[in-house]
């Protein structure tokens, strides 16, 4: 059976001069952008298919990627950008490919000394897996099932795959079974959610786990609401229910695939691990006890306590005062009003925000979603540094 493995951009092998970046809104929070022409990132993997994903920068001067797996070739110009950010946007699909081993190589051809396209992810199509791989489902996958009420949204740039599912009814549930060890749930929070029990989480039979979003947070896309850890390897089912007219959304999920000695897959036992076989514990928002877990973690042993935790967001970015805030980062080159399309020039912290058009600050979103961004005017020693607290719900379209 073929599946979709997910890599975060730092897994890649690069050469020539690149600058780290990253948003929350994005993989793991982090991007990877060049300022050198001929600087490439190249990465190894076992499949069928592989798409490069990342983030383009809005009103920028003109920069291009190029890519390559064996003899398959193909380009993506930022001039297709337009006047937004543009969020895990497809860059390259490359065509299908024999089942075995291919290297991806990506070079950066035209560059501008601050970011415009920016490597967040890679998707590839498998039917192996060695310790390390982690597979990405999206809200969208045939093996999760809703009940009616759920409603799907197209076209919002901050979620993955520009896709979402949400509820508003009470007792509304969708169930998802999965082979593997380990399990992520991702969703967006809005501000209607903020310290109301939004969601029960049930895996294997086992005792609730509710979900009570922080009271601190506004309205955010890529939040983690879910996770459990140390799973014995084999298939379960976790069942996600609303409990509140609070607005329950779900984005993706991250699955850490049974591995046997080989590095391949582990057959399934066929049977629904009880809840009796594991020890689960789960960790309440605010406690101080919760924490993201890294997405490309190595596979989890099958030992040990099995570790349920609701969270309270993506722990990607920094809660101050009740709200989140985003602060400039300093930096030897700092962007001015006429080209705030990246980050500075100079290598910057992973926690370095992209930046967006003057529009987009007077209306606090992008495209109707919250962005923790900060932005700098003028040149030189007269900079004048602000700091931009965005509190607007996030919004989304119906499906079309």
Same mark, same amino acid.
């Given at each position: 059976?073929?599946?979709?493995?997910?890599?975060? &951009?730092?897994?890649?092998? *690069?050469?020539?001069?690149?600058? %780290?970046?990253?948003?929350?809104?994005?993989?793991?929070?982090?991007?990877?952008?060049?300022?050198?022409?001929?600087?490439?990132?190249?990465?190894?993997?076992?499949g069928t298919q592989i798409t490069v994903y990342g983030t383009v920068?809005?009103?920028?001067?003109?920069?291009?990627?190029?890519?390559?797996?064996?003899?398959f070739t193909g380009s993506y110009s930022s001039t297709s950008a337009?006047?937004?950010?543009?969020?895990?946007?497809?860059?390259?699909?490359?065509?299908?490919?024999?089942?075995?081993?291919?290297?991806?190589?990506?070079?950066? %051809?035209? !560059?501008?000394?601050?970011?415009?396209?920016? @490597?967040?992810?890679?998707? *590839?199509?498998?039917?192996?897996?060695?310790?390390?791989?982690?597979?990405?489902? %999206?809200?969208?996958?045939?093996?999760?099932? *809703?009940?009616?009420?759920?409603?799907?949204?197209?076209?919002?740039?901050?979620?993955?795959?520009?896709?979402?599912? &949400?509820?508003?009814?009470?007792?509304?549930?969708?169930?998802?079974?999965?082979?593997?060890?380990?399990?992520?749930? *991702?969703?967006? +929070?809005?501000?209607?959610?903020?310290?109301?029990?939004?969601?029960?989480?049930? +895996?294997?039979?086992?005792?609730?786990?509710?979900?009570?979003?922080?009271?601190?947070?506004?309205?955010?896309?890529?939040?983690?609401?879910?996770?459990?850890?140390?799973?014995?390897?084999?298939?379960?089912?976790?069942?996600?229910?609303?409990?509140?007219?609070?607005?329950?959304?779900?984005?993706?999920?991250?699955?850490?695939?049974?591995?046997?000695?080989?590095?391949?897959?582990?057959?399934?036992?066929?049977?629904?691990?009880?809840?009796?076989?594991?020890?689960?514990?789960?960790?309440?928002?605010? =406690?101080?006890?919760?924490?993201?877990?890294?997405?490309?973690?190595?596979?989890?042993?099958?030992?040990?306590?099995?570790?349920?935790?609701? @969270?309270?967001?993506?722990?990607?970015?920094?809660?101050?005062?009740?709200?989140?805030?985003?602060?400039?980062? =300093?930096?030897?080159?700092?962007?001015?009003?006429?080209?705030?399309?990246?980050?500075?020039?100079?290598?910057?912290?992973?926690?370095?925000?992209?930046?967006?058009?003057?529009?987009?600050? !007077?209306?606090?979103?992008?495209?109707?979603?919250?962005?923790?961004?900060?932005?700098?005017?003028?040149?030189?020693?007269?900079? +004048?540094?602000?700091?931009?607290?965005?509190?607007?719900?996030?919004?989304?379209?119906?499906?079309?």
């Amino acid at each position: 059976m073929s599946n979709t493995a997910i890599v975060d &951009e730092r897994a890649m092998q *690069y050469s020539g001069s690149w600058t %780290d970046a990253g948003a929350f809104i994005e993989f793991s929070g982090t991007t990877r952008w060049s300022s050198a022409q001929g600087s490439t990132a190249k990465y190894t993997f076992q499949g069928t298919q592989i798409t490069v994903y990342g983030t383009v920068a809005p009103n920028s001067p003109s920069a291009s990627m190029s890519f390559g797996v064996d003899s398959f070739t193909g380009s993506y110009s930022s001039t297709s950008a337009g006047g937004a950010v543009l969020y895990h946007e497809a860059l390259w699909t490359s065509p299908p490919l024999s089942d075995g081993q291919h290297t991806l190589v990506v070079t950066q %051809d035209e !560059a501008q000394a601050s970011g415009v396209i920016f @490597l967040d992810y890679l998707l *590839y199509q498998t039917s192996s897996s060695a310790p390390g791989t982690v597979y990405f489902v %999206d809200d969208r996958d045939s093996r999760i099932s *809703y009940s009616p009420a759920w409603r799907q949204f197209n076209g919002t740039q901050g979620d993955f795959m520009h896709t979402s599912s &949400e509820s508003t009814n009470v007792g509304d549930s969708f169930t998802f079974e999965f082979e593997g060890t380990a399990i992520e749930y *991702y969703g967006g +929070l809005t501000t209607s959610d903020t310290g109301k029990t939004i969601a029960s989480m049930v +895996l294997d039979g086992a005792d609730p786990v509710p979900y009570t979003a922080p009271s601190s947070l506004p309205g955010t896309t890529n939040s983690q609401i879910f996770n459990a850890t140390n799973l014995a390897p084999g298939t379960h089912k976790l069942v996600v229910t609303s409990a509140d007219t609070a607005t329950l959304w779900a984005d993706y999920f991250l699955v850490t695939p049974n591995v046997d000695a080989s590095g391949d897959p582990s057959p399934s036992p066929g049977t629904t691990t009880s809840s009796s076989s594991s020890s689960f514990t789960s960790t309440i928002p605010g =406690s101080g006890g919760a924490t993201s877990s890294n997405p490309s973690a190595s596979a989890h042993s099958s030992s040990g306590t099995s570790s349920i935790s609701p @969270l309270g967001g993506s722990g990607q970015s920094t809660v101050v005062g009740g709200s989140r805030q985003s602060t400039i980062v =300093s930096g030897s080159s700092i962007p001015s009003a006429s080209n705030t399309n990246g980050p500075s020039s100079q290598p910057v912290s992973n926690s370095t925000p992209h930046s967006v058009p003057t529009a987009a600050i !007077a209306a606090g979103t992008v495209g109707g979603v919250i962005f923790p961004h900060a932005f700098s005017f003028g040149t030189g020693a007269d900079v +004048l540094m602000i700091t931009v607290t965005f509190l607007t719900p996030r919004s989304h379209g119906p499906s079309v």
